[in-house]
């Protein structure tokens, strides 16, 4: 009968039971499509760059070749049939009508050129390669010369760092290249054709499920973040509940029963834990069967779907016990309700659903391992990504009971001692 109010109770704001299924369906096709397109428009389509040209040579062509064979950049040497300058670049940068320009100064490869050569005699004279009645010419001392990059101060950082290094890499096959042509010009070997590919190269090494390729995509990563989400909002309603039956004098009848708080207790997590598992089937079935058709990748489920019940079921338990401590504590509506969404989004924030962990300061990493958030997600990841068994998530869906029984726990001590007061 207990099972039975709590559903009586829910049923009278269908508006709110509605809203607690369909606000976070809305909310993870959105997320998923914007990151999805996100993803895609980083992969697939070209970004423009402004490439100012003031040296004239060698280095600038190869620049230029390398930058338009990629996969990722068009380079744009032209605004209105004129020829960029460093100004015109810059001010379009800034304004975000470009995202990067790359100016390359004045005499860089005559200049790396003499100074390669420079180097390569130093190291043949000293090996007494060189004629030694010659007499050595004075060397002009060459400066350092700077490849400018503008970015659009509105980029973010880890696109910066990526652009940086293939610059850096592009510019340092470049100097091998050259110091490879000098040596052959010293050494008078002029038909040596020494090999310019690279020696060491990476491979990404992608697990394998029955022989099959697992690829991240964003829905992976998207489902269980913001099913964890919306299994915490419970939190909200349930506290609600909690408040309501306090102030309405119902929890006193309640407790007039030859009946113990737990078996009220049990009942609401019996009839919230169903909630749960619905809210997270509902999440499933819309990763499965409707984002192929809006353009997305479909959720892999295929021998995990026991294993992410478990793991969803756990999770709920851990929602359930904040949502009754909350109701408990709480004296009003207006204390739960605020109180309630405020601390789900900050357990969201810290356990890694908006940002991963591993990007947030060393600090915030520890902190992170507190939230029951980050205990679900990284069990989904375990089981959706890293292909892990039951015995491997043990550890985490026990940190999830764990907290439902410790919430629980001082939820009843709390209400066994204000009454005896």
């Given amino acids: 009968m207990s099972i039975v109010k709590e559903f009586l109770l829910l049923k009278r704001d269908l508006g709110g039971l509605i809203i607690l299924f369909v606000m976070p369906l809305v909310l993870v096709i959105a997320v998923t499509i914007i990151q999805d397109s996100t993803f895609k428009a980083v992969t697939n389509s070209k970004i423009q760059i402004l490439l100012v040209d003031k040296d004239k040579g060698s280095v600038s062509k190869t620049v230029f070749e390398n930058l338009e064979k990629s996969k990722y950049f068009t380079v744009v040497t032209q605004i209105d049939n004129k020829l960029i300058t460093e100004e015109t670049a810059r001010e379009n940068v800034y304004r975000g009508k470009f995202q990067l320009a790359i100016v390359i100064p004045e005499n860089l490869s005559s200049d790396l050129q003499t100074k390669v050569e420079q ?5 043949v004279s000293n090996l007494g390669l060189t004629d030694s009645t010659a007499t050595a010419e004075p060397q002009r001392t060459i400066k350092e010369k700077e490849v400018k990059l503008y970015f659009d101060p509105a980029v973010q950082m880890s696109f910066k760092n990526a652009v940086m290094s293939s610059i850096d890499k592009m510019i340092s096959q470049i100097e091998t290249k050259s110091i490879y042509s000098t040596f052959q010009k010293q050494l008078g070997e002029e038909t040596i054709n020494f090999e310019q590919k690279n020696f060491i190269t990476f491979k990404e090494i992608i697990p394998r499920i029955n022989n099959k390729e697992v690829l991240p995509n964003s829905v992976q990563h998207n489902v269980p973040a913001w099913t964890l989400f919306a299994i915490f909002f419970i939190v909200i309603p349930l506290s609600i509940n909690i408040v309501k039956e306090k102030s309405q004098g119902t929890f006193v009848r309640l407790r007039t029963n030859p009946v113990s708080n737990l078996v009220v207790i049990i ?15 509902m999440m499933v079935a819309v990763a499965v069967f409707l984002f192929p058709s809006i353009g997305l990748p479909s959720l892999n489920i295929e021998g995990h779907f026991l294993l992410t019940s478990v793991v969803a079921l756990f999770s709920g338990f851990a929602a359930i016990g904040f949502g009754i401590l909350l109701g408990t504590v709480a004296s ?3 204390q739960s309700a605020p109180f309630g969404a405020t601390s789900v989004i900050i357990l969201a924030a810290i356990g890694g659903v908006w940002v991963p962990v591993f990007a947030m300061p060393k600090i915030m990493q520890y902190i992170a391992k507190s939230s029951p958030m980050n205990w679900g997600l990284e069990a989904f990841y375990d089981v959706l990504l890293r292909n892990s068994s039951f015995v491997e998530i043990i550890p985490k869906i026990s940190l999830l009971f764990l907290f439902f029984i410790i919430t629980t726990s001082i ?7 204000k009454r005896t007061v």
């Fill in 119 to 123: 180097n390569v005699e130093k190291i």
């Fill in 267 to 281: 009942g609401k997590t019996i009839t919230y834990s169903v909630i749960c598992m619905i809210q997270f089937y």
């Fill in 332 to 334: 009003t509506q207006e």
């Fill in 411 to 417: 939820a009843l001590f709390y209400d066994k001692k």
